[in-house]
């Protein structure tokens, strides 16, 4: 079973930037399906994004419509790693994010959380006003 940590949570102003990492051991990084969800207090455990392979070096880069235009989903498979850069963040976007992998398949993109195999322990990301 893949192995994932976060890392690049922190505390930032609205209207800044983050960078989050997911590190990945295992084979066949290349070929899983990749997701981030984020949890708020209180709250269920929700999609953000998700990065599923296509064919060849295509990949399919997913997003909730929250995050649509303001996140970015990428990978390097020479690291074993997936990232979410987060701009023009807002105090709603106030969680903590979590990695998640899913073994490779067919489907185009995964947001439901149950459907994936493996998960990281977390990161929290504050946005403060």
């Known amino acids: 079973q893949v192995q994932l940590v976060e890392s690049g949570g922190g505390l930032v102003q609205a209207g800044g930037s983050l960078r989050l990492s997911c590190a990945a051991s295992?084979?066949?990084?290349?070929?899983?399906?990749m997701g981030w969800f984020r949890q708020a207090p209180g709250k269920e455990r929700e999609f953000v994004a998700a990065?599923?392979?296509?064919?060849?070096?295509?990949?399919?880069?997913d997003y909730a419509d929250s995050v649509k235009g303001r996140f970015a989903i990428s990978r390097d498979n020479a690291k074993s790693t997936l990232y979410l850069q987060m701009n023009s963040l807002k105090p709603e976007d106030t969680a903590v994010y979590y990695c998640?992998?899913?073994?490779?398949?067919?489907?185009?993109?995964?947001?439901?959380?149950?459907?994936?195999?493996?998960w990281g322990q977390g990161t929290q990301v504050t946005v403060s006003t």
């Open positions: 998640a992998a899913r073994k490779p398949n067919t489907r185009r993109t995964i947001r439901v959380p149950n459907e994936y195999d493996g």
């Open positions: 295992g084979r066949a990084f290349s070929g899983y399906t």
């Open positions: 990065h599923s392979w296509i064919a060849g070096t295509t990949y399919y880069a």
